[in-house]
């Protein structure tokens, strides 16, 4: 058994050192010379830190899965029963029906490829510390930025993890020896979100508020611990942190005019994102990620092939959509019964003498103002706030030529979802929307006809967490489970 353990953590050790990481990080003993080498200066730090933001970027593109995590549950998409046959359990229509994922095990069911994020990072900590001030170009501030970047990385990490499979297997240092490894329970959710908010809070302690929208800064460490707080339903504390970002951050809304330039890459909006553009250095951009949305004529792509929009589901939500200014920006390629998101839809024909070669030259935003707007809007809304719960959603209407809110008007948490629902359309987030604010919301007044399919002994047994391959993951180690409502669906 220990065998068969370690040699599944020396796999993830593989998948850590490929590509742009291969040449700084080898965990392999006869390589601790090398080791001791490499960690010697901040800009070998540097590039550690540049390959844990390319291991994070690989991770959610892989098969797309960040968005199939985060949007192919909800309603928002519609996709071809033949071309997308092994897809079709996942959707909403067919109940989120996570457990059969043909050719898809890889990518939805093993998370792997996050841990190894997770074990750069340990190995930046732990060595960064070590290495004097002195060998830093920018000293000390240079080396507490790198750090905390790193614990950045490690929290935000685990909580990505954590909204999806639920309990982690919790590790809180590199692996020293891949082959001796005691095999490790899966920790509780609450010992996850414990260690995910420490590290936010430590490398919100250590970054500077630059506002490097590619590398995090404070703004994006007191962010993601907003999306923490609020994800355990801590809103007081959730509601501090929003305020942090809202009033100390320096963001502002994108006007509306320019809503687009949200997804081109560092806006006025933009907290957090993953470099994907294309520049002729170190391109980071291709056709077959955001490209999953787009079809003729915008690019030359069947429209079978793609995830259309559910225009039975947006354009009842959009049902002012001659006022929302946010629509044309949203959704093309419009028929009655078709339309494509086009947030991602900067198509760069870079080279001259491949006339038909392109590249999506946009970036993934994972944090930015309006979420955080929203998201202190149900703080707000449910600390007793209403009126400031109203102000927030009212902000965001207003960007989008709406009218506001009164009071008075009907109001509720239901108003700040469906607001969501219309702000991040698409963005690999209203998946996590449905389940803090509807499947597992305190609020007894939420309608239960929202939560459809999932009874109550399914979000008991937290079936809207995926379950994992155990035939791949240590499948003769007794320590690690499976999920509990997917042992027996």
Not at 76 to 85: C, H, N, Q, V
Not at 168 to 190: N, Y
Not at 271 to 287: P, V
Not at 426 to 436: H, K, M, N, Q, V
Request: net charge negative.
């Amino acid at each position: 058994m220990k065998l068969k353990y370690s040699m599944w953590i020396y796999g993830l050790v593989l998948l850590m050192t490929a590509g742009s990481c291969k040449k700084y990080i080898n965990l392999t003993p006869e390589d601790a010379t090398y080791d001791q080498v490499f960690w010697t200066s901040g800009a070998n730090v540097d590039k550690a830190v540049s390959g844990a933001y390319g291991l994070l970027r690989s991770a959610l593109k892989d098969t797309r899965s960040h968005f199939i995590f985060g949007d192919l549950p909800t309603r928002e998409f519609t996709l071809d029963a033949g071309y997308f046959w092994n897809y079709q359990d996942l959707t909403y229509d067919h109940s989120n029906h996570y457990s059969y994922v043909p050719y898809l095990e890889g990518a939805l069911l093993d998370w792997t490829r996050f841990y190894g994020i997770i074990n750069q990072c340990h190995l930046i900590v732990e060595n960064a510390t070590k290495i004097p001030d002195s060998k830093y170009d920018g000293g000390r501030e240079e080396k507490d930025r790198l750090i905390g970047e790193g614990h950045f990385l490690r929290g935000y990490t685990y909580f990505y993890m954590t909204r999806i499979w639920g309990d982690p297997v919790l590790t809180k240092e590199s692996l020293k020896d891949p082959l001796h490894i005691e095999p490790i329970a899966r920790s509780t959710e609450k010992e996850a979100l414990d260690y995910c908010i420490e590290e936010l809070k430590t490398a919100a302690s250590l970054l500077p508020a630059d506002m490097n929208k590619v590398r995090a800064d404070k703004g994006a460490a007191w962010a993601a611990l907003a999306e923490v707080y609020a994800w355990r339903h801590d809103y007081t504390t959730a509601k501090k942190y929003c305020d942090s970002v809202i009033d100390q951050g320096g963001y502002s809304l994108e006007p509306v005019s320019t809503y687009e330039n949200i997804w081109k890459g560092d806006s006025q909006e933009s907290i957090f994102e993953l470099f994907m553009k294309y520049d002729q250095a170190s391109n980071e951009a291709s056709a077959d990620f955001f490209n999953i949305f787009l079809y003729q004529p915008i690019v030359n792509r069947s429209m079978t092939t793609a995830w259309r929009v559910n225009t039975d589901y947006a354009w009842n939500l959009f049902q002012d959509s001659l006022v929302d200014k946010r629509f044309d920006k949203i959704f093309g390629n419009r028929t009655t019964s078709n339309a494509a998101l086009i947030k991602y839809a900067s198509i760069n024909y870079y080279d001259a003498n491949r006339p038909t070669v392109y590249v999506v030259d946009n970036n993934l935003v994972l944090l930015r103002l309006a979420d955080i707007i929203l998201l202190r809007a149900e703080a707000r809304y449910y600390t007793g706030d209403d009126a400031g719960a109203r102000a927030d959603v009212n902000a965001i209407r207003t960007r989008a030529g709406l009218d506001p809110i009164l009071p008075g008007d009907p109001f509720d948490a239901v108003t700040i979802y469906e607001e969501r629902e219309k702000e991040l359309y698409g963005e690999g987030s209203l998946a996590y929307d449905f389940i803090r604010m509807i499947l597992t919301n305190p609020d007894s007044n939420i309608d239960p006809s929202l939560k459809d399919f999932y009874t109550p002994e399914r979000i008991a047994k937290k079936g809207y967490y995926w379950p994992l391959n155990m035939r791949v993951l240590l499948p003769q180690n007794s320590l690690l489970t499976q999920n509990e409502w997917w042992k027996n669906h």
